[in-house]
């Protein structure tokens, strides 16, 4: 009986730790920090007044040279978004770039949660469409990034999108890990995204990471082989969920994904998924 009982209380321990828990291990803003590097020039802040009264704070800069298009970046978790935009305008100048801090990470407003998440996602979507006029928008997502990128592409017309070490679910990845509970009752942000994107023709590039401990390869390529129109798929290997971002091949995958979305998004050509999509070989030089 006390064997009994002992299992139940650390069960009981598990699963209330896993609901009370779970938003600062979503949204770990305690992890994020100061951004670590400047500006580029030409850069613009942005805030946004949201619906229930916060505001939400980002950065802009304008496309350096002929443009195609509006590209909207969504950030990693504990990924400083000023830092994520620098990394974005510094590889990519034919593009208007635009990345906000989420929800609750300074110097954003409120607290962080999926649908608020997906409510500001499209707030900025149609405050910036609005305001520019672009003649395409695109959206590349970063880890949990990639899970507001896919709502809102089930929300929206997006002309393609890339997806850097995505997944099908959080909820997946947390069944995975905590066999013990009951996390589809338990978890208030299981981020579907492959449910989001079902459904959804629209050009997708995928980059994923070799040796992703983060985001467990069957999740990503449970969402890959979901997609309608699958525009690239690559794995760079040996490398980890961050430490893709130091490698120098990172930069001519992103041109190689917007060259497949934008490619994909012109042709106006779907439904180029397999059954078991193949990576394309990534050599990687150190």
């Known amino acids: ?31 994020t920090g100061e951004a670590e590097h400047p ?27 002929p443009g195609r298009g509006l590209l909207l970046g969504f950030t990693g978790n504990a990924w400083n978004a000023r830092d994520c935009f620098t990394f974005l305008a510094r590889r ?18 409120g607290e962080p949660g999926q649908q608020a998440l997906f409510e500001d996602a499209v707030l900025i979507h149609d405050t910036l469409v609005k305001g520019l006029s672009p003649h395409r928008v695109y959206t590349v997502g970063f880890s949990l990034g990639s899970g507001v990128a ?5 929300q929206r017309p997006i002309a393609g ?14 069944r995975r890990r905590y066999r013990i509970v009951p996390v589809s009752v338990l978890l208030r942000h299981p981020f579907r995204s492959i449910d989001h994107l079902r459904d959804v023709d629209i050009p997708t590039a995928v980059i994923a990471a070799g040796q992703d401990t983060v985001v467990p390869p069957v999740r990503t390529e449970t969402l890959v082989r979901s997609l309608r129109h699958l525009a690239m798929y690559k794995v760079v290997p040996d490398t980890s969920h961050s430490g893709i971002y130091d490698l120098d091949i990172i930069t001519d995958l992103l ?17 180029t998924r397999s059954q078991e999509p193949e990576p394309s070989p990534v050599r990687v030089h150190r």
């Open 1 to 31: 009986m006390n064997i009994v009982l002992g299992g139940l209380a650390a069960w009981g321990l598990v699963a209330g730790g896993l609901y009370l828990f779970q938003d600062r291990l979503i949204f770990p803003r305690h992890a």
């Open 39 to 65: 500006l580029p020039d030409g850069s613009e802040k942005l805030r946004l007044d949201t619906a229930d009264g916060h505001v939400i704070h980002g950065h802009f800069i304008r496309a350096r040279r």
């Open 92 to 109: 990519i100048d034919d593009f208007d770039i635009a990345v906000f801090h989420y929800r609750g990470y300074a110097p954003s407003e």
């Open 150 to 154: 896919a709502w809102l592409a089930s």
């Open 161 to 174: 999108q890339i997806l850097v070490t995505p997944f099908d679910s959080i909820e997946a990845i947390a």
């Open 255 to 271: 041109h190689d994904a917007l060259d497949a979305v934008e490619g994909g998004a012109s042709s106006g050509t779907g439904g």
